[in-house]
Antibody
């Protein structure tokens, strides 16, 4: 059974940093593109970053470029999101998700809450 | 990249059909056949319902179907059931491994 379990969400002050982790199991992690998607409480979804199976290429939207970095450790079956210089508008539930079919995510974790507030 | 535009709400009675639109531009929906749809119940993670405009993952009922015309994609739910009441989001590839989601539509089963 495919499982994705996020951790690391917390309350952090504006300008602070946080690293999220996503532990994957039930599939060959090193074969798949992975991504992070966030959801502001009560609002919609926003794609945050994705990374290729080897970990050598990654992409993110302008809203987080230069502040967020996605990475992976295939030996540990774990996906990461390093978030720096956090802003209030980064407050959201962060989901880890697998690109299991063409240009779409077929498995999602349950999410981890990041709150940016003083 | 701006979010794709969806109607805030849609509704239908059990057994009826409801269609949700998702409007973008020639740089996203109109430029690629990579539109997907997600269902999300309150407090739950999104679930993939449609990918590549019309394809259904295994386990998704054939009551769910997708289509696209120009810069607008649509999701149709036929034979509405109580468990279909949820939020629905579209998503499109926009090039260079970038993606954008829709604004979301709340479907109510009357």
């Amino acid at each position: 059974e495919v499982q994705l379990v996020e951790s690391g969400g917390d309350l952090v002050q504006p300008g602070g940093s946080l690293r999220l982790s996503c532990a994957a199991s039930g599939f060959t992690f090193s074969n798949y593109w992975m991504n992070w998607v966030r959801q502001t409480p009560g609002k919609g979804l926003e794609w945050v970053a994705n990374i290729n199976p080897e970990g050598s290429d990654n992409y993110c939207p302008d809203s987080v470029k230069g502040r967020f970095t996605i990475s992976r450790d295939n030996a540990k079956n774990t996906l990461y999101l390093q978030m720096n210089n956090l802003r209030a508008e980064d407050t959201a539930i962060y989901f880890c998700a697998r690109f299991g079919v063409v240009a779409a995510t077929d498995y999602w974790g349950q999410g981890t809450l990041v709150t940016v507030s003083s | 990249q701006s979010a794709l535009t969806q109607p805030p709400s849609a509704s239908g009675s059990p057994g009826q059909s409801v269609t949700i639109s998702c409007t973008g531009t020639s740089s996203d929906i109109g430029g690629y056949n990579y539109v997907s749809w997600y269902q999300q119940h309150p407090g739950k993670a999104p679930r993939l319902m449609i990918y590549e405009v019309t394809k259904r993952p295994s386990g998704v009922p054939d009551r769910f179907s997708g289509s696209k015309s120009g810069n607008t994609a649509s999701l149709t739910v036929s034979g509405l059931q109580a468990e279909d009441e949820a939020d629905y989001y579209c998503s499109s590839y926009v090039g260079v491994n970038n993606y954008v989601f829709g604004t979301g539509t709340k479907v109510t089963v009357l």
